[in-house]
């Protein structure tokens, strides 16, 4: 059964740093693995889609990464902003069709 | 925007009240989700349908009933529901459910519902 893990549940830090989200999963049959960023009592936002076959992708400030051999991505935030702060989502399409999600990580820019 | 809609954005319901929540989108995509997101948990994939068959059923209670008229509308009715039942609704679309393709997934905003 697969599972999806983030790291760290919580992160705040000062605006301007570049910051670092982790996801992990426990099968790496995948189809491909998805980043979405959720405001407040919102819907999802997708903000970068890698697939299988992929190593990365990049999205203006986001640099999503994934080593899909050690069931690993990364979401880099460059420069980041107090406009960022939101909870960040991974998950992973697996070979039936359907997303599997992690918890996701809270984040919070302050100014 | 997404190009998926959702309506109501918030319910409040009775235990013994039935309703329904409504979602469209305007992508021109096969298939459309229902998910379930309550508080401190992942999302919880609840239907799936596939041009307008439904293809997954994730052991969801009958008090919850989909239905999807054509591939631009799907809706979740509602009856004798729990407490435990309130979270986010969020429906969800994609170009298509089987197959290697991307298939990224597009939410719509979500409804909140709270049973009481």
């Known amino acids: 059964k697969q599972e999806v893990t983030q790291i760290p549940a919580a992160l705040s830090v000062p605006e301007g740093e570049n910051l670092v989200l982790n996801c992990s999963f426990t099968?790496?049959?995948?189809?491909?693995l998805q980043w979405f960023r959720q405001d407040p009592g919102k819907g999802l936002t997708s903000l970068l889609l890698?697939?299988?076959?992929?190593r990365e992708q990049t999205s203006g400030r986001l640099n999503a990464s994934l080593d899909k051999s050690s069931g690993r991505s990364t979401l880099y935030i460059a420069a980041s902003q107090p406009g960022d702060s939101a909870t960040y989502l991974c998950?992973?399409?697996?070979?039936?069709?359907?997303?599997?999600f992690g918890q996701g990580t809270e984040l919070s820019v302050k100014p | 925007e997404t190009g998926v809609t959702q309506t109501p954005r918030h319910l409040v319901m009775g235990m013994t009240n039935k309703k329904s929540l409504k979602c469209e989108q305007h992508?021109?995509?096969?298939?459309m989700y229902w998910y379930k997101q309550s508080a401190k948990k992942p999302l919880e994939l609840m239907f799936v349908?596939?041009?307008?068959?439904?293809?997954e059923n994730n052991s969801v209670p009958s008090r919850f009933s989909p239905e999807c008229p054509n591939s631009s509308h799907l809706f979740l009715h509602l009856h004798t529901l729990q407490p435990e039942d309130s979270a986010l609704y969020l429906c969800a679309s994609s170009q298509d459910f089987l197959g290697r393709g991307a298939y990224e997934q597009y939410f719509g905003p979500g409804t909140r519902l709270t049973v009481t």
């Open positions: 998950a992973v399409r697996n070979q039936g069709g359907k997303l599997i």
């Open positions: 349908y596939s041009l307008e068959e439904r293809v």
């Open positions: 099968d790496s049959a995948i189809y491909n």
């Open positions: 992508l021109g995509h096969n298939a």
């Open positions: 890698i697939q299988s076959s992929q």
